[in-house]
């Protein structure tokens, strides 16, 4: 099945910075790429999501990029602010019906 | 509110015994999906329902068994629970059986004691 790899685990950057959070994938099948955003007592949060017909997208200041070569994908989070601070998880999945198999997810501070 | 809906929010239970978690898709949605997360190991994909019909399996140990009912609705069964079992059980659902967004509920925590 599909194994997804997420780095790093913790990421803590100054109001205003730049974030980037990677993962990695195993199945070359795989064709769909979300991320979602967990605060703190809730489910996750479908934030951006990319299928691997693209090789980027972007939505105000988040943008996902996507190396099928290379099997891996990023997060870019830019002019971070505090309310950005939650657990990011990517994920991947195949049109062949397989369930998402999540990332182990990446805890991010904002500090002010 | 995703508009999934899982009950109980909290459960407290002792090793052995027997617990059912519940989760109401959201209006409208076929396929519901079940995901254990841990504090090591992250969500971790268990089960896939569509229609009444399961779809996919994952990480689902053979103590737990899921079913999804005809009106849609679907309950996760966990059985002589053992202390590593503690964690957050979330329900998931989507429109459809294959790739697109999947609309998560606030979780059911379990504590084995």
């Known amino acids: 099945g599909e194994n997804v790899e997420q780095h790093p685990s913790t990421l803590s950057v100054q109001e205003g910075d730049s974030a980037v959070i990677k993962c990695t994938y195993s199945d070359s099948a795989s064709n769909y790429f979300p991320w979602y955003k967990q605060e703190l007592g809730k489910g996750p949060q479908l934030i951006i999501d990319i299928r691997s017909n693209v090789g980027e997208k972007k939505d105000q200041r988040i943008a996902v990029t996507l190396n099928k070569t290379a099997k891996h994908f990023s997060l870019h989070i830019t002019e971070t602010q505090p309310e950005d601070s939650a657990v990011y998880f990517c994920?991947?999945?195949?049109?062949?019906?397989?369930?998402?198999?999540f990332g182990k997810g990446t805890s991010l501070l904002v500090t002010p | 509110d995703s508009g999934v809906t899982q009950t109980p929010k909290h459960l407290i239970t002792a090793t052995g015994q027997r617990v059912t978690l519940r989760c109401s898709p959201r209006?409208?949605?076929?396929?519901v999906y079940w995901y254990q997360q841990s504090l090591d190991q992250g969500l971790q994909f268990l089960i896939q329902y569509y229609n009444g019909e399961e779809r996919a399996k994952g990480n689902i140990l053979e103590r737990f068994s899921a079913q999804q009912f005809p009106d849609l609705h679907s309950e996760l069964n966990l059985s002589s629970l053992e202390l590593g079992d503690s964690a957050l059980y979330f329900c998931?659902?989507?429109?459809?059986?294959?790739?697109?967004?999947?609309?998560f509920g606030e979780g059911s925590r379990l504590t084995v004691l």
């Open positions: 994920a991947a999945s195949s049109d062949s019906g397989y369930a998402l198999n």
């Open positions: 998931a659902s989507s429109p459809g059986l294959n790739t697109g967004e999947l609309f």
């Open positions: 209006s409208g949605d076929l396929s």
